[in-house]
């Protein structure tokens, strides 16, 4: 997979972390309402329980939203740094003295990876 399928990965990753946690937010929110709410006044005005929750749920997806773009946008530069990284330590390990005469060869591709991993991995 090459830098922009890693990087989309990671993107996909983010989201969908972000719409779990906002939606377990949100159900958690919804919970905590009706422990302190009278189960009566809710039964009573089924129309202001519905607006009630409507509101919270949007008032808590905007909060995690916020969140979770920032821990997004930071998983995302850090996905690409960590690929611009693995590239580096790939093209070193393959151009070093002992691989020159066969740059493509088992040996270099397989030193190579293995420097790229331990940079990801890192």
């Known amino acids: 997979m090459g830098p922009t399928g890693r990087v989309s990965a990671a993107f996909a ?14 159900a958690r929110m919804w919970q905590e309402f009706l422990q302190i709410t009278d189960p009566a006044d809710l039964a009573a ?3 202001t329980a519905r607006i009630t929750e409507a509101f919270s749920a949007f008032e808590i997806a905007q909060q ?15 996905s690409v740094e960590a690929e611009v990284e ?10 070093r003295r ?19 991993t331990a940079v990801i991995v890192r």
Not at 98 to 116: L, N
């Open 98 to 116: 002992q691989h020159r005469w066969y740059p493509d060869g088992p040996i270099a591709i397989a030193a190579a990876e293995e420097a790229a």
């Open 13 to 26: 990753a983010a989201a969908t972390e972000a719409r779990t946690g906002i939606e377990q937010a949100i």
């Open 64 to 78: 995690e939203a916020g969140e979770y773009e920032r821990y997004a946008l930071s998983r995302l530069r850090q």
């Open 45 to 47: 005005d089924p129309v």
């Open 86 to 95: 693995a590239q580096r330590a790939y093209d070193t390990e393959k151009g």
